[in-house]
């Protein structure tokens, strides 16, 4: 079963805005993780948070981490129509780290 | 470097058959996960193999197996096919096992018939 659920399920933008995508989850964790998937493809690991980090960035993205609220957030900055993807959190949890559970999902487009 | 390459890309398979699929992780890695992706159930962990060994396993029917050789290269195998097993299967290769960044292949589209 899925531990995360993310917010919006989808999102749709106009180029040049900021995207935010909101994940929670229920039990603790070791790290948390963001992917990209484009149509039905391969997942693209985007950037890893270790749960006593608050906050990380990585180029256009920056991720923030609160484990009192078992919540995290992707913003992407400046979106490109590129960016047009469905996004996932994935924890990996203390005790099973090599397994990471999924949220579900959130569908951005970004439009020209 | 080459990614995690998965063989075959689609499949086409009638219920009640059994498949294999296969996957070469990234040189120098040693930790392959698997996962199942359907609209309905989303990203669902299978298992992990690291060095040969099964390390970790998900929630999933003992129809479901699979393993690791001494290259890392790793198989799953699905017996009796069930509508249900209709799915993108997912590799992950890693360096190492737990705590890292996870690369994936592109998957294998298994539908069953």
């Known amino acids: 079963s899925q531990q995360g659920e993310e917010d919006p399920q989808a999102l749709s933008i106009q180029e040049g805005e900021n995207a935010t995508m909101n994940c929670s989850y229920k039990t603790s964790i070791n790290n948390l993780q963001w992917y990209r998937q484009n149509s039905g493809r391969g997942l693209v690991h985007l950037i890893l948070?270790?749960?006593?980090?608050r906050e990380k960035h990585s180029g256009r993205l920056r991720v923030t981490l609160d484990t009192s609220k078992k919540s995290s957030s992707l913003l992407i900055t400046a979106s490109r129509a590129a960016d047009t993807a469905s996004y996932f959190c994935?924890?990996?949890?203390?005790?099973?780290?090599?397994?990471?559970?999924f949220g579900t999902g959130t569908r951005l487009q970004v439009t020209l | 470097k080459a990614g995690v390459t998965q063989t075959p890309r689609y499949l086409i398979k009638t219920r009640g058959q059994q498949v294999t699929l296969s996957c070469s992780p990234i040189?120098?890695?040693?930790?392959v996960s698997w996962y199942q992706q359907t609209p309905g159930q989303g990203l669902q962990f299978l298992f992990e193999y690291f060095s040969e060994t099964q390390r970790n396993k998900g929630n999933f029917p003992g129809r479901f197996s699979g393993r690791q050789f001494s290259n890392s290269r790793s198989e799953m195998n699905v017996s009796t096919l069930e509508l249900g097993d209709s799915a993108l299967y997912l590799c992950?290769?890693?360096?190492?096992?737990?705590?890292?960044?996870?690369?994936f292949g592109q998957g294998t589209r298994l539908t069953v018939v």
């Open positions: 948070i270790r749960s006593n980090e």
């Open positions: 040189s120098g890695h040693r930790s």
């Open positions: 992950a290769s890693s360096p190492k096992s737990g705590n890292t960044e996870a690369f």
């Open positions: 994935a924890t990996a949890n203390t005790g099973t780290a090599s397994k990471l559970t």
